[in-house]
């Protein structure tokens, strides 16, 4: 066979690990664009033939490792690396500030042990890419886009309703001060997700919607979303806020949102949207001319025939 035939996308073989949620985005974006792509599984508590039959199965053909969110190089990274397997190290936020935070010489060991396994880094979005530099990591941008992130433009809500995300770390993404605004304004409604708000004190316009699967209706309640954590990437919540004509106040500067760290500015910035009240095209447009989930499937793939060639 010759070396273009194998390199064709349905010869490329993928495994896809690190995060579930990403692991199957990416995976998705793949096999748009033909790749043999698939989510890595965990074998552990299987008899010993399944197992190994498994991981035979995985690894057989397997021409490049995809690690999303990396951390210590993993068993799986380090046989891939062995059998000539590429490995591709995929940073999409909190990853990058992991690094940052350890101490000096542990930072040094980790990012010799990524450099000796790696054979590409990717980041998802020029913040991180900038950060990794500062690191010594020189990485090249790739975006892990979901497929619904270009949805319709809708109108806004009749009462303005601020959105927000805390997930499971509610300090991390400024939860007392998203709570410190929602008391001093009292007359807003705030609706949170990812969360189900268990031990928070918080004032009767705040709403716990914990984890939901239909993110288009709570789009569509929204007028705003305020997103302010300690640490971000290319935050795909903002994405699509901002493709269905939501204004956007974030902690880290993004093109076409509103940059708020603390209480004064935020709440300055909350009172002047509402003034709006129709979406925001400008911002809607210029994400569906600037983020194409398809567009980046085909950077990927570009990418692993580069280093398999």
Not at 54 to 82: C, D, N, Y
Not at 135 to 157: K, T, Y
Not at 221 to 230: A, F, T
Not at 253 to 282: C, G, I, K, S, Y
Request: glycine share 8%.
């Amino acid at each position: 066979m010759s070396r273009v035939a194998w390199m064709e996308p349905g010869r490329i073989k993928v495994r896809v690990g690190g995060m579930p949620r990403w692991n199957r985005v990416l995976v998705a974006l793949l096999r748009g664009v033909g790749v043999d792509a698939f989510e890595t599984r965990d074998w552990r508590g299987r008899s010993r033939v399944r197992r190994w039959w498994g991981t035979w199965h995985e690894v057989s053909g397997l021409k490049i490792e995809h690690v999303i969110f990396p951390g210590p190089p993993q068993r799986m990274e380090r046989w891939s690396r062995a059998l000539g397997v590429r490995v591709v190290y995929h940073f999409i936020g909190s990853d990058v500030l992991a690094l940052q935070r350890l101490s000096a010489p542990d930072r040094a060991r980790r990012l010799a042990e990524l450099k000796r396994y790696g054979a590409a880094f990717v980041a998802d979005g020029p913040y991180l890419q900038a950060e990794l530099t500062e690191l010594g990591l020189r990485a090249e941008i790739l975006r892990c886009l979901p497929p619904g992130l270009l949805g319709e433009v809708s109108p806004l809500p009749e009462r303005f309703t601020v959105l927000s995300y805390w997930a499971d770390r509610p300090e991390f993404y400024r939860a007392p001060l998203v709570l410190k605004l929602a008391a001093a304004m009292r007359d807003v409604d705030f609706l949170v997700v990812g969360t189900d708000g268990a031990g928070l004190l918080a004032t009767p316009n705040v709403r716990f919607h914990g984890e939901t699967r239909d993110m288009e209706a709570v789009y569509r309640k929204s007028s705003v979303l305020l997103r302010l954590p300690l640490h971000d990437g290319l935050p795909k919540m903002v994405l699509e806020a901002q493709a269905r004509g939501r204004r956007v106040i974030c902690s880290h500067p993004l093109p076409h949102a509103a940059h708020a760290e603390d209480f004064d500015v935020a709440q300055a910035t909350l009172t002047r949207f509402r003034e709006h009240t129709q979406p925001d095209h400008e911002a809607a447009a210029y994400i569906r001319q600037t983020y194409d989930p398809a567009a980046e499937a085909r950077r990927a793939l570009r990418m692993y025939q580069e280093l398999l060639a």
